[in-house]
T-cell receptor, first 111, second 114 residues
């Protein structure tokens, strides 16, 4: 299985609700990144959290990292229709020479 | 505004054709990457390059080659396209400290091989 695996695979919520996505990984990391991909487009970097950080905020995004459980979560508060996208976690591997992306969580926000 | 551009958004080729996918970045990044993205499989690394004329195989290099003659340009070559290479191809770049710094992605090329 992949280094980063997101859960759930798909999520459908109403505008204004919060969306939570989880990511699990297998090996030790020094950072974890989250990316967003709008339909049929490239990925856009959202946030990076380092292994010595437990929580990080950026606007309506909140990321947590639990290195003991090898897991991270991405919370989007007060979601908007424009947040509809796929979200990927990404972790470095091989000393940072590779970045491994999970299969992603597809988020659909209904207006 | 930082930018990674790819030569085509959509491409249709026939089996056996030689296919060139071009990627250009304007950020003076040392590192460049080619991924393919397939439903349910996420992004898989095909090749990467950490300097001009340098290249390293990723996880799925079979059937592909790359060229990096200039720092800003990274080309992916399908020597003889096959139907199982129908996919979305994404190019990305990053500065050194790769694995720590974000990757900047192009818009993708959706390739169909008939």
């Amino acid at each position: 299985s992949q280094q980063g695996e997101e859960d759930p695979q798909a999520l459908s919520i109403q505008e204004g609700e919060n969306a939570t996505m989880n990511c699990s990984y297998k090996t030790s990391i020094n950072n974890l990144q989250w990316y967003r991909q709008n339909s049929g487009r490239g990925l856009v970097h959202l946030i990076l959290i380092r292994s010595n950080e437990r929580e990080k905020h950026s606007g309506r995004l909140r990321v947590t990292l639990d290195t003991s459980k090898k897991s991270s979560s991405l919370l989007i508060t007060a979601s908007r229709a424009a947040d509809t996208a796929s979200y990927f976690c990404a972790t470095p591997q091989d000393g940072g020479f590779k970045t491994i992306f999970g299969a992603g969580t597809r988020l659909f926000v209904k207006a | 505004d930082v930018k990674v551009t790819q030569s085509s958004r959509y491409l249709v080729k026939r089996t056996g054709e030689k296919v060139f996918l071009e990627c250009v970045q304007d950020m003076d990044h040392e590192n460049m990457f080619w991924y393919r993205q397939d439903p349910g499989l996420g992004l898989r690394l095909i090749y990467f390059s950490y300097d001009v004329k340098m290249k390293e195989k990723g996880d799925i290099p079979e059937g592909y080659s790359v060229s990096r003659e200039k720092k800003e340009r990274f080309s992916l070559i399908l020597e003889s396209a096959s139907t199982n290479q129908t996919s979305m191809y994404l190019c990305a770049s990053s500065s050194p400290l790769w694995g720590y710094n974000e990757q900047f992605f192009g818009p993708g090329t959706r390739l169909t091989v008939l």
